[in-house]
């Protein structure tokens, strides 16, 4: 692996909803940064006003990016999701798809509530760094 998760005692258990504290990525490693990748088709339009379907594209869509690279998701570091009107359902969905993807240590990630997006039918959007072994 390209870097090691860690989540202190003392902290709370941040697994279950899709995150973990902190990550270490040794020198030398080469970083992949990649841009907000939102539910899209192709043709970049909105695939569906659906949120869940909305992260479940915007997921594949980032590991689309990564393997342009020659990774996947497990190479990803850290998450900053942002989400149109956040509730705790939504935190859910977005959880449950970061567990699908990243497996069971989940990346660093901070989720980030906003008014709206870069287009009014845009509900969510998550952009990743990641190491390269």
């Known amino acids: ?10 902290l709370h258990n941040p697994v279950p909803f899709g995150y973990s504290h902190t990550a270490a990525i ?3 490693t080469e970083l992949v940064f990649v841009s907000g990748q939102y539910g899209s088709g192709p043709d970049g339009m909105v695939v ?8 479940r594209q915007a997921f594949s869509n980032l590991g689309i990016a990564l ?11 850290q998450l900053r999701t942002y989400v149109v ?4 359902e939504k935190l859910g969905v977005i959880g449950q798809a970061v ?8 990346p ?5 509530g906003v008014a709206g997006l870069a287009m009014p039918d845009i509900l ?10």
Not at 1 to 10: A, K, L, R
Not at 85 to 88: H, I, K, M
């Open 108 to 112: 660093t990630q901070t989720a980030i």
């Open 124 to 133: 969510f959007e998550v952009e990743a760094v990641a190491a390269r072994p």
């Open 85 to 88: 009107n956040p509730d705790f």
């Open 67 to 77: 393997a342009a690279h020659g990774l996947d998701l497990s190479h990803v570091v």
């Open 26 to 28: 040794p020198a030398g």
């Open 99 to 106: 567990q699908g993807g990243c497996g069971a240590t989940p």
């Open 48 to 55: 569906s006003p659906d949120f869940t379907e909305q992260v």
């Open 1 to 10: 692996m390209s870097h090691t998760i860690v989540n202190p005692d003392g």
